[in-house]
C-alpha cells in the first residue's frame, strides 16, 4: 500500500504552491496530495478543492465554533438562511455539525493558506524578507516596500459609526473593542469586513462564501433558495 512519500512540511509548504490550482487533489491547506480523498469542496461558488485527512481534523469549523466567533447563539444561527442547508439534528443541539474549514490564516503576500496552529511570524521567516504588519485591518503582513501604498487603501469600515474610524496607532483594533458589542469585525487575515452584530445573517453569508470551503454538495443547497426560486404561476 503506498505510503505517502515526501511528506512537505506544513512550513515549507507552499511558498510558491498556489491554492486555486485544485487539478491535482492537494490539501488546500498543507499541499500534500490528498490520499483519502475528502468530499470536493468548494469556495465562494468559484474555487473547488480538497482536504486532507491530517487537516480536515484540525481545520474542521463546527456550528459551535460558528458560534464562538459571531457570539451569537445556536437558536438564533439556526434561522439564518444561509445555515439552512446544514441540517441540525432533532435532539442534539447541532454544535458539532462541521460547518466547513476556516481560513483563518492566510499569507498577505504570497497569499498561501496556513494551518490555524501556524505561526505567520515563522512562514514570514522561511520565505519572504523585510516585512511588515499592517494592523490598519488586514491584520496581514505586507512586503516593507509596499508598506506606505497598502496602508492608504487598508482600513475597515465601521458600519455603526459609517466610517473607516482614525484610531491613535492606527491600530484597527481600538475602535473595534469599543464597539465589539454591536459591531462584528470579520477575523479571517485579509479581510476588511465588518458587520453589524444584528445582521447576523449577512454575518454568516460572508463568512460561509469568502473563507469556508465547504461541501461542494451542500453548497448546492445554499444557491437554491435565491437561484431556483420555483414558483407556480
Ligand atoms: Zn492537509
Ligand atoms: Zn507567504
Ligand atoms: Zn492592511
Ligand atoms: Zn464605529
Ligand atoms: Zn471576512
Known amino acids: 500500500m503506498g505510503r505517502s512519500k515526501g511528506r512537505a512540511h506544513s512550513s515549507k509548504a507552499g511558498c510558491s504552491a498556489p491554492v486555486i490550482k485544485q487539478e491535482r487533489k492537494l490539501c488546500v491547506y498543507c499541499s500534500d496530495t490528498v490520499i483519502k480523498k475528502s ?20 481545520e474542521s469549523f463546527t456550528m459551535a465554533d460558528l458560534q464562538k466567533m459571531t457570539g451569537a447563539d445556536l437558536a438564533t444561527l439556526k434561522k439564518c438562511e444561509s445555515l439552512k442547508k446544514y441540517t441540525l439534528p432533532e435532539g442534539s443541539d447541532g454544535s458539532d455539525v462541521l460547518v466547513g ?74 475602535h473595534f473593542m469599543n464597539e465589539l458589542k454591536d459591531v462584528f469585525a470579520c477575523p479571517a487575515d485579509g479581510c476588511c469586513k465588518a458587520f453589524l452584530r444584528e445582521d447576523l445573517d449577512q454575518i454568516c453569508q460572508h ?11 451542500k453548497n448546492q443547497q445554499i444557491a437554491s433558495p435565491v437561484n431556483k426560486r420555483r414558483r407556480k404561476e
Not at 45 to 50: A, C, H, S
Not at 142 to 151: D, I, L, R, T, Y
Open 39 to 58: 468530499e470536493l469542496l468548494i469556495k465562494g461558488n468559484l474555487l473547488y478543492g480538497y482536504v486532507c485527512a491530517n487537516c480536515g481534523e484540525t
Open 101 to 174: 474549514f476556516f481560513e483563518f490564516k492566510k499569507c498577505g503576500i504570497c497569499q498561501n493558506l496556513l494551518k490555524k496552529g501556524d505561526n505567520v511570524r515563522d512562514h514570514n521567516n522561511e520565505c519572504h524578507d523585510a516585512v511588515q504588519i499592517c494592523s490598519l485591518g488586514c491584520k496581514q503582513f505586507v512586503k516593507a516596500e509596499n508598506f506606505e501604498k497598502h496602508q492608504e487603501n487598508c482600513g475597515i469600515f465601521c458600519p455603526k459609526c459609517k466610517e473607516i474610524p482614525s484610531t491613535p496607532n492606527n491600530d484597527y483594533r481600538q
Open 207 to 217: 463568512l460561509l462564501l469568502t473563507h469556508m470551503w465547504i461541501s461542494a454538495v
